[in-house]
């Protein structure tokens, strides 16, 4: 398979600490991308991250990609009660040859940040 | 710049019935999907257009599902007849070149078969 795939399937913590999700995957990638998804509605995307990149920042979200292990990771920092949904990462695969490439998604990290 | 836009938000059939569901995707967006997300798990890709060709239907049902995208832009979405198991999120999603590989989601379109 070529999705990816969460860790830990859910994730409890208090207002103000971080919280961490890993995602492993198995194919040559051409991006990876993280999505959020609070509970009845749409994705809504968070951060992408291309193979030749090795970390990324967005506000609070810190993203790093490791090629040779084939794993990510979604730091959030200073968490919020809002920042409670669940979190997916998506790969686009490198043999697509197509920069509009399907996504591929893991069964997704539920985080609940309690107040 | 407006969303992704679906409707019907939610739908309860019972099985056998049809239904259909519409996506309006982001101005301009050549590429347009159709996912669909079973409750607990994530999305998976249904079918892939580029304008108004089929790029990729590998897992779509094509027993029962089908999909169009007349004109390159809207798309809908139709499943006849339906099965117990096709209660899910059905997702559509957009992107285009300039998203630098950004897709961007609709809010779904909720079905419930019973």
């Known amino acids: 398979s070529q999705q990816g795939e969460e860790d830990p399937q859910a994730l409890s913590i208090q207002e103000g600490e971080n919280a961490t999700m890993n995602c492993s995957y198995k194919?040559?990638?051409?991006?990876l991308q993280w999505y959020r998804q609070n509970s009845g509605r749409g994705l809504v995307h968070l951060i992408l991250?291309?193979?030749?990149?090795r970390e990324k920042h967005s506000g609070r979200l810190r993203v790093t990609l490791d090629t040779s292990k084939k794993s990510s990771s979604l730091l959030i920092t200073a968490s919020r009660a809002a920042d409670t949904a669940s979190y997916f990462c998506?790969?686009?695969?490198?043999?697509?040859?197509?920069?509009?490439?399907?996504?591929?998604f893991g069964r997704g990290t539920q985080l609940t940040v309690w107040p | 710049e407006a969303g992704v836009a679906q409707s019907p938000r939610y739908k309860i059939i019972e099985k056998r019935q049809s239904v259909a569901f519409w996506c309006n995707p982001i101005s301009g967006h050549a590429t347009l999907y159709w996912y669909q997300q079973i409750l607990g798990q994530g999305p998976k890709l249904l079918i892939q257009?580029?304008?108004?060709?089929?790029?990729?239907d590998s897992q779509l049902p094509k027993d029962r599902f089908s999909a169009e995208r007349l004109k390159g832009v809207d798309s809908t979405l139709k499943i006849q007849p339906a099965k117990l198991e096709d209660s899910a999120v059905y997702l559509c999603a957009s992107t285009d070149l300039l998203s630098g590989n950004t897709i961007y989601f609709g809010e779904g379109s909720w079905l419930t078969v019973v």
């Open positions: 194919t040559s990638i051409n991006n």
């Open positions: 257009f580029q304008n108004n060709g089929v790029v990729d």
């Open positions: 991250i291309r193979s030749n990149e």
């Open positions: 998506a790969t686009v695969p490198a043999d697509r040859g197509s920069t509009l490439g399907r996504l591929y």
